[in-house]
């Protein structure tokens, strides 16, 4: 149980393409999702935090228009990155839960490289 | 301010014998601690977790314990196998607060070696 889904895993694509990565928990219903993003040898950051229904709520330093979240449905979250730079290349992560008291799950990442 | 550290960023262990992980963290305020575990390109997969009500839990080879007054938790593994050479991600939150988001250590990687 507790599977956590996220698409696609690889993406490569030319500077100011806009990309969506999607976030989909397979078995359980996800009332709140998260979005990570990890550098090579370093620890995962959090970038948001999105409840269903509601609009997400951004760590500082990340930036809304950049990174927009969408949290539409109990088992799908979305990421896209918009006008992307090779600076946004990096490991992207999202994570589920059901409840505040239950671990977190998580997806197998999206590598995106902006070439 | 890092608020949860791991400071040794590599163990390795031999086969059979027992894999301790280190973790500290300085926020008070932290009452659910979770075990991760990593594989390169891959998301963090859940091992095992503890409410801070409570000083251990144990899952078939994985204990975890934590110690509030020295605001230290460790991960033991036993007995230590090679498929359990990974990086290893400690992690904290407040549950019912700051939408119970979690704070991640910067990772051990442990090897097994047979």
């Known amino acids: 149980g507790a599977v956590v889904s996220q698409h696609p895993s690889w993406v490569i694509c030319k500077s100011g393409t806009s990309v969506k990565i999607e976030c989909r928990s397979l078995?359980?219903?996800?009332?709140?999702m998260f979005w990570y993003r990890q550098f090579p040898k370093q620890s995962l950051m959090l970038m948001a935090t999105?409840?269903?229904?509601?609009?997400?709520?951004?760590e500082q330093g990340v930036e809304k228009d950049k990174f927009l979240i969408n949290h539409a449905s109990l088992t799908l979250s979305t990421l896209t990155v918009t006008s992307a730079h090779p600076e946004d290349s990096s490991f992207y992560i999202c994570?589920?839960?059901?409840?505040?008291?239950?671990?977190?799950?998580f997806g197998d990442g999206t590598r995106l490289s902006i070439l | 301010d890092q608020q949860v550290k791991q400071n040794s960023p590599s163990l390795s262990v031999q086969e059979g014998r027992i894999s301790i992980l280190n973790c500290d963290y300085t926020?008070?305020?932290?009452?659910?601690f979770l075990w991760y575990k990593k594989y390169p390109a891959e998301g963090p997969t859940f091992l095992i977790s503890?409410?801070?009500?409570?000083d251990k839990n144990e899952d078939g080879r994985f204990t975890v314990f934590l110690n509030k007054s020295a605001k230290h938790l460790s991960l033991h593994i036993v007995p230590s196998q090679p498929g359990d050479s990974a990086v290893y991600f400690c992690?904290?939150?407040?549950?019912?607060?700051?939408?119970?988001?979690?704070?991640f250590g910067q990772g051990t990687e442990l090897s097994v070696k047979p």
């Open positions: 994570s589920a839960r059901d409840r505040e008291d239950q671990p977190q799950h």
């Open positions: 078995d359980f219903q996800a009332t709140t």
């Open positions: 999105s409840n269903e229904g509601s609009k997400a709520t951004y």
């Open positions: 926020n008070s305020m932290f009452d659910y």
């Open positions: 503890i409410s801070s009500i409570k």
């Open positions: 992690a904290a939150s407040q549950i019912y607060n700051q939408g119970g988001k979690l704070i």
